[in-house]
């Protein structure tokens, strides 16, 4: 049995920007960057996917303008590990340097078409994916992201921020530090703990910004607020010993793996045992074929998967492993208008769970009117 892969097109998702835009500690945070990718097969079986991208979207573009296409069509659709093998090689091929084709501008591109090849499976097998990668269970634990820095933000603008998440019924909230001196961050992070109460889950993600001495002793101010992680504490340069390093100065569990661009980085933080939750992303590298392999080692090494960002397309991985913790939300439409727009029917979220669909495949049907809204045409 075979699903030949007969029409792909690419499109780009973006949003105006914002007037007041979104920052974490060290960079602007897009509402919307995306590549959207959507196949069909010989036998009318489509698929989509998605790749994400936090910087310029146009290398990507320009592979795709470079005939990529070509690569994937004639290819099928049944077969993910075989076309991402294809697709990932050509990062180390002639073909790609003639092409000016970038490694992490394809990286992306081959995320988003394993996602679609993961779709069209489910659809053919008329089975939700979920149940296909395991089935370990039907929802799964959902927290919002918040309190990013934005111009003339105040103090009294957090709690206000805080309190209408609260009242959406949100039971675990992410806020973000590394952008103000530790004093003033501590003191943001005690506003959203005040305003979350004890029992509701709180984590804290730095995106990179402290070095070693400074995560040392953020770390030691954050344990009274009692987070349940804290993400990316140190800086890229060095970040695997020094997350190791701290991981034996703090009480508090550490999180990465957002910021690797491949599945052999993550295993590396997982073998330098310098992470106790794992924080890959199927829409930035590997899609769901390294992202299946990285929740089995992670359930092999008692590390949790907690992936970054697009909870509608992490969930199916995350309810399908044991391994799987939680999935990232983005309820505010400001901050990620995607996620409240672009699916017809998106799996319901209350309580602090995320209940998934039972339409085979990803379970997602696209807005055609959210993709001429939000969506260019790669031609």
Not at 167 to 180: D, I, M, N, P, T
Not at 279 to 287: E, N, S, V
Not at 289 to 314: M, S
């Amino acid at each position: 049995m075979s699903s030949i892969i007969k029409e792909i097109e690419f499109s780009i998702l973006t949003a105006p920007d914002e007037k007041r835009p979104h920052w974490v500690s060290l960079f602007k945070v897009p509402s919307a960057n995306e590549l959207l990718v959507r196949m069909k097969t010989d036998d009318g079986v489509e698929g989509f996917g998605l790749a994400t991208s936090y910087t310029d979207i146009t290398p990507l573009v320009n592979v795709v303008k470079g005939g990529l296409s070509d690569e994937i069509l004639g290819m099928d659709a049944l077969s993910p590990e075989r076309l991402y093998e294809k697709l990932f090689g050509l990062t180390f091929s002639r073909k790609a340097a003639e092409n000016s084709w970038g490694r992490e501008a394809l990286i992306r591109i081959t995320s988003a078409v394993d996602i679609a090849c993961w779709d069209i499976v489910g659809k053919t097998a008329n089975l939700p994916l979920y149940r296909l990668f395991g089935g370990y269970r039907n929802k799964v634990p959902c927290y919002v992201t918040c309190a990013y820095y934005r111009d003339g933000k105040d103090n009294a603008e957090l709690r206000d921020e805080i309190q209408m998440l609260v009242e959406q019924g949100h039971k675990g909230f992410k806020g973000k530090v590394g952008g103000l001196s530790l004093n003033e961050d501590i003191a943001r992070m005690e506003i959203v703990r005040e305003m979350i109460g004890p029992d509701n889950d709180l984590m804290i993600d730095v995106n990179r910004a402290w070095d070693i001495k400074t995560a040392i002793e953020g770390a030691r101010l954050l344990e009274p607020l009692k987070p349940v992680w804290l993400e990316e504490p140190v800086r890229w340069t060095d970040d695997r010993r020094e997350l190791k390093l701290l991981s034996q100065q703090t009480n508090i569990p550490l999180s990465g793996g957002e910021s690797e661009i491949t599945s052999y980085g993550c295993r590396a933080m997982i073998e330098e045992q310098a992470i106790q939750i794992l924080q890959f992303d199927c829409t930035m590298f590997g899609g769901f074929t390294e992202g299946r392999k990285l929740a089995a080692l992670c359930e092999l090494n008692h590390v949790d998967v907690a992936p970054h960002h697009d909870c509608f397309i992490h969930a199916p991985l995350v309810a399908g492993t044991p391994a799987g913790r939680i999935v990232e939300s983005f309820t505010d439409p400001e901050r990620d208008p995607l996620q409240a727009e672009l699916y017809e029917n998106p799996p319901h979220i209350a309580e602090g769970w995320l209940t998934l669909n039972e339409a085979p495949g990803l379970g997602l049907t696209l807005s055609e009117s959210a993709i001429k809204k939000f969506g260019t045409r790669v031609s």
